[in-house]
């Protein structure tokens, strides 16, 4: 859940509390719903990490609600993936005579499921400003092969607010701690073979995310007549013990997230960003002493061809200086809905 979604946000660095209004805003703030003008909103992603390892797969769709075009709230559904899939288990390698038997090598996947609920509408609105609120409601599911199985709910709040050059973002996710009930299932003899590899045999437990909060600002303004320019700053601000990022204590830690993007006629965006922020070893070092601050960066680009929006986004997943990049094709289409008739 906190990965990203669409190559737009990806490619900022995930600076999109304060913008976001289309189906994506069911991920970044659910207040963004209100903003859908008219019209449904569906988008697609698709990422691998770790040289295809890792598979996260993404799609969302939100309409706005009543008359469109009068509409003030939006409703959207989003489902995500997270898996890795074809892990060799390896429990029963060794034959009970000690020899080793391949044949008995199976393979399971561990995969986290999300699906969120969401909700967006207007509080205030006038020819210059809209004020918004948002909410998630959040399932999670989460699954390692036939040994270990959790399910979770959980809720986020959002309000967002838009005027013609500056919007505001505000998202408290997990705002009433989300909790995730794991239950393991083993066979007597996958137990007796974990026992004899010297490891603890689990029985239950709960996972608990901590409420964590998200800031954002942006600005928006024409350059010309052809180029549009929009920078974005967002915080990502903890409270569940110290962390190593930018602003960094006991009580409160600050990750920022900043990106920015340059349009053209409407129609091709370029956009960059950078965040998660750490102070790490310094590459080469062999004392383990000197340190430097660390980021990831991300580049990326966008298309918009009447209603369809094709983006695309080279991230990395390490720091700048020791790269594992990716790279994030995402796809949005934008349906307008028919008007009511009497």
């Known amino acids: 859940m906190n990965i990203g979604a669409g190559a737009r946000g990806l490619a900022m660095g995930g600076a999109q509390v304060a913008t976001t209004e ?29 040289a295809g390892i890792g598979k996260y797969d993404y799609f969302s769709a939100a309409t706005p609600i009543g008359d469109p075009a009068k509409a003030t ?14 892990i060799p288990n390896t429990l029963y390698l060794v034959e009970p005579d000690g020899s080793i038997n391949y044949n008995n090598i199976q393979s399971f996947s561990s995969a986290d499921y999300a699906l969120l609920i969401s909700f967006g509408q207007t509080i205030y609105s006038d020819s210059k ?5 948002g909410t998630n409601a959040k399932l999670i599911h989460r699954s390692v092969g036939k040994f270990a199985k959790a399910w979770g709910v959980g809720l986020d709040a959002a309000l967002q607010y838009r005027s013609d050059k500056l919007s505001f973002g505000l998202v408290v996710k997990d705002i009433t701690t989300t909790y995730n009930a794991w239950r393991f299932s083993f066979t007597e003899r996958e137990k007796e073979m974990l026992y004899l590899a010297k490891n603890e045999i689990p029985v239950k437990s709960v996972e608990l995310t901590a409420p964590r909060l998200y800031i954002g600002a942006a600005y928006n303004t024409d350059l010309n007549e052809r180029f549009s320019f929009m920078g974005e700053i967002n915080f990502d601000v903890s409270f569940d013990g110290q962390r190593n990022v930018l602003l960094s204590s006991k009580a409160i830690n600050m990750d920022p997230r900043i990106g920015v993007e340059l349009t053209y006629a409407k129609t091709i965006a370029l956009r960059t960003g950078v965040y998660n922020f750490q102070k790490g070893l310094k590459d080469g070092d062999t004392t383990n002493l000197s340190k430097v601050w660390i980021y990831q960066p991300g580049v990326g680009v966008g298309f918009n061809i009447k209603q369809f929006r094709i983006d695309y986004a080279f991230t990395n997943l390490a720091n700048q200086s020791n790269p594992l990049y990716t ?11 028919k008007k009511y008739t009497y």
């Open 327 to 337: 790279h994030v094709f995402s796809l949005h289409i934008r349906l307008p809905v």
């Open 129 to 133: 400003r809209n004020f918004s609120f």
């Open 73 to 86: 709230s939006g409703l959207g559904i989003s489902l995500l993936r997270f898996a890795v899939d074809d």
């Open 22 to 50: 289309d189906a994506y805003a069911g991920f970044w703030n659910p207040a963004g719903l209100s903003e859908l003008k008219g019209a449904s909103s569906f988008s697609m992603m698709h990422a691998e990490y770790f």
